[in-house]
Each structure stands twice: as C-alpha cells, then as structure tokens.
C-alpha cells in the first residue's frame, strides 16, 4: 500500500482497529491503535517513512544484551546494504545508494515547513540531517 492509500484503510476489515481505554488525559477520548490484519501485516497499512531510530537507542539496546553486535556503529552497514539513498547532500558512509530500496526525502512543501523549523533551531534545537545518527 502506498503512503498515500494507507490512512484509507482505518477503520476497514484489512485493520484490528483496535482502540485505547479511555484515557483520562484526554477528556476520556480513545485512542486508535492501528495494525495490519492482512497479508504482509502492518506494513501493509504504513506510511512507508524512511526513519532510523535514534543511534543511543541502538546502543543502550546493545549495552542491555550485552552484544556490541546491536550497537548502531555495527548495524550501519546493515543499514546502508538495504537502501538506494537517492539524495544529493548523502555521504556514502550513511547511506548506502545501490541497494534495494529506494528512499527520497519528501517533496511536499507544507505552508508552515520553513517558519517551524526556524523556530525549533531558534530554541536550540539543530536542523538534523535526516537519517542519521541522530533522526530527529
Ligand atoms: C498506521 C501505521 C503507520 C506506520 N507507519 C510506519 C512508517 O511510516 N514507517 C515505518 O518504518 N513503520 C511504520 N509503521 C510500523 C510498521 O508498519 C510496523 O512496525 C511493522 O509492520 C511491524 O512488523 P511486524 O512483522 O513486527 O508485525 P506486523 O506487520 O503487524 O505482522 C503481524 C502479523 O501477524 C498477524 N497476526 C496477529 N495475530 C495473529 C494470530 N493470532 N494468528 C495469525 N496471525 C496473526 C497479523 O495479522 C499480521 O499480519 C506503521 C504502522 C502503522 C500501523
């Protein structure tokens, strides 16, 4: 299914369309929670983004099983071996670019796109390069 199919799907036989209890921090509302209840799962429902977790995430992960193995140094070449990074400003040793999959930062221009990311980098916040060690 394609990111832009994928939200027609809720609330349709292909999702559990499961739902929250009731949350109290939000004025009792419930909350969906989606899932794929066909062949190929949730991924069958997603919205196809592209995202690495965040690099600590990996390496407390490989620090908890205690398997260096499991640490985001030692995956990146997992990472890169999966994709076809189609992007001007991507160093090859980030991204793979002969690999399967094929990821394209988005082209969507939203009206409030610049103005927002002006404000997080205002308060501190450093315009990431997507995809990398730190996703966000
Ligand atoms: C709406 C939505 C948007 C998402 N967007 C993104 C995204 O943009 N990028 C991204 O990386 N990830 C996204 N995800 C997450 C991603 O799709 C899931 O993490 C991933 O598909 C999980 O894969 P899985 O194989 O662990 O589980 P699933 O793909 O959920 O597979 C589980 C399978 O088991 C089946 N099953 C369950 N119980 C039983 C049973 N008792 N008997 C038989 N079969 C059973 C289910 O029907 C399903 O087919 C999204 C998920 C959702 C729901």
């Known amino acids: 299914m394609s990111s832009s199919g994928a939200p027609f799907l809720h609330g349709t036989p292909a999702e559990y369309n499961y739902k929250s209890a009731p949350q109290a921090a939000l004025d009792n509302r419930e909350v969906p929670n989606y899932g794929g209840k066909l062949l190929s799962g949730s991924s ?19 620090k908890h ?25 991507v160093g090859s040793e980030v991204h793979g670019v002969d690999e399967p999959i094929s990821v394209i930062h988005g082209t ?25 060690r730190r996703p966000v």
Not at 114 to 126: D, K, P, T, V, Y
């Open 108 to 132: 969507k221009e939203y009206p409030l796109r610049m103005e927002i990311l002006n404000a997080l980098q205002q308060r501190g916040l450093s315009q990431a390069r997507r995809n990398q």
């Open 44 to 62: 069958g429902v997603n919205y196809g983004l592209w995202t690495r977790g965040h690099s600590s995430d990996y390496d407390a992960w490989a």
């Open 65 to 89: 099983v205690g398997d260096e193995r499991r640490s985001y140094a030692n995956l990146l070449k997992y990472f890169k071996k999966t994709e076809n990074y189609q992007c001007s400003n």
